[in-house]
């Protein structure tokens, strides 16, 4: 261990040099890397496993034999998760700059996300929200087009140095199609696992063993290219699934044991007291017909059990509430008074805007290297050497505004106040303030092309029709 800590020291002394794989202090910080990321990647499998609706309740629910075991799924992480996710990206990230000649990159990026799938930017933000954490890798396709791929942190691990530089990224993945491995001296059937390893310069190719199993690639961008997404420096145990799995595992397990108490009802025993049947045909003539014969000190009552359930639902209530005030969120089926004005209204979404701005800082960090990618990418193609800090990105809340209080707030205000810019930002149905800017210049030059031709004519007209009196 002293000396991976003094190769960590060294390289933060004099930099980025972090390259060969062929030395052997290189490949064992590479190693020391996959045992911390073992470390790690249990608690990301456990939070993905309440993601999917695999939790600890659920999975650890006490059957009772011969009695309803009915198992109630609610699963809060997915909601908030997608109700973040759809807030922050719902609406498209849009691109603006004041450059002409950045405006030319934005066009450019337009063609090249065109082929990328249209949720890529919203299954980005999903999974940066759930695991804290998370990394885009990038690469040249097939055809040389620029393309990205969202590798979870149970797939991948980036190493950073002191100055927050990437160093290498660990890439881990199964091959498509099962093979025969051997696994402590007997051969079974399973996919293999490979991993890859990116460097500034190479590409290197790895078994589990980080055995080398075919010749290295060239790394044709000019540093590790991966962007790394955190949200926090707590990483995985300030995730949304940490904070509220324990309520959502005690919801579920009362919401089980309240459905199956009602299932077992069915099952409800008829107590008989001081009678007697002589033979079992009596029993089954009495469900038929409906109809018993009860003697003197006979007595007849049904059997159940006796459940508080004001008691229950108080306790369920409180798990619910408890959950949305943790996860920052309100809940939507509350009843509320009718007259409440848009600005209330909108202030109860104040922790969960605050919780949101801070995902959209992290997605945006992730955006700039892209752009900054996608312009050494352009570069090598000799398309052009633009400056990716003049491009502006722009997140459009996906939620209700008022737009007639806006449109009337900025009637009443006074001129050379605010900018027909900032202005167009403040209406949600606006997501790209400059192209909608362009197109207001290009029809108020098209109409006042339009008046100036229609005065011509008229003007036009009137002089011919003077010189025609003149000559008369």
Aim: net charge negative; charged share 30%.
């Amino acid at each position: 261990m002293n000396s991976l800590n003094n190769l960590v020291f060294n390289l933060a002394k004099i930099g980025n040099v972090f390259n060969n794989l062929n030395i052997p202090e290189n490949l064992k910080l590479v190693r020391y890397s996959y045992m911390d990321y073992i470390t790690k990647v249990m608690e990301y499998e456990k939070i993905y496993e309440y993601y999917c609706g695999e939790s600890k309740a659920l999975r650890e629910y006490k059957m009772i034999t011969s009695r309803s075991n009915l198992k109630i799924n609610t699963n809060f992480i997915k909601k908030f998760v997608k109700e973040e996710t759809s807030y922050t990206v719902g609406n498209p990230v849009t691109y603006e700059s004041t450059s002409d000649e950045e405006m030319q990159l934005i066009e450019k990026m337009k063609d090249i996300f065109y082929d990328w799938d249209e949720n890529h930017d919203a299954h980005l933000m999903n999974y940066l929200n759930l695991f804290t954490r998370i990394y885009e890798l990038y690469y040249i396709d097939a055809d040389g087009n620029f393309s990205a791929k969202i590798i979870k942190p149970t797939e991948g691990y980036a190493y950073r140095d002191y100055n927050g530089e990437t160093l290498f990224f660990v890439h881990f993945f199964d091959a498509e199609f099962e093979e025969d491995v051997e696994v402590n001296g007997k051969i079974i059937s399973a996919r293999p696992k490979y991993i890859d390893v990116y460097t500034k310069d190479f590409i290197y190719h790895f078994n589990d063993n980080f055995e080398e199993i075919r010749s290295k690639d060239n790394n044709k961008f000019k540093r590790v290219p991966v962007s790394v997404g955190v949200i926090s420096t707590e990483d995985y145990k300030d995730s949304l699934a940490r904070d509220i799995a324990g309520l959502q595992d005690a919801l579920e397990t009362n919401l089980s044991d309240m459905g199956n108490e009602i299932s077992d009802f069915r099952n409800a025993y008829m107590v008989l007291e001081n009678c007697q049947f002589e033979k079992d045909e009596d029993l089954e003539e009495m469900k038929a017909k409906g109809i018993l014969e009860v003697g003197k000190d006979g007595k007849v009552k049904w059997l159940i059990k006796d459940i508080n359930d004001t008691f229950v639902q108080n306790t369920i209530d409180r798990y619910i509430d408890l959950i949305y005030q943790i996860g920052c969120h309100i809940n939507h089926n509350e009843k509320l008074q009718s007259n409440l004005s848009g600005i209330t209204l909108r202030s109860r979404l104040i922790s969960l805007e605050n919780k949101c701005t801070t995902l959209i800082k992290s997605h945006k960090n992730i955006l700039k290297n892209r752009i900054r990618f996608i312009c050494e990418y352009l570069n090598m193609k000799k398309e052009g050497d633009f400056n990716y800090k003049r491009i502006k990105i722009i997140y459009t809340p996906n939620i209700p505004q008022d737009n007639l209080s806006t449109a009337q707030m900025l009637s009443q205000v006074p001129d050379g106040v605010i900018s027909n810019q900032t202005a167009r930002t403040l209406f949600g149905f606006i997501t790209n303030p400059h192209q909608e800017g362009e197109q207001v210049k290009k029809e108020m030059e098209e109409n006042q092309q339009f008046e100036d031709e229609s005065l011509g004519e008229l003007y036009g007209d009137k002089h011919q029709h003077t010189e025609a009196n003149i000559e008369e």
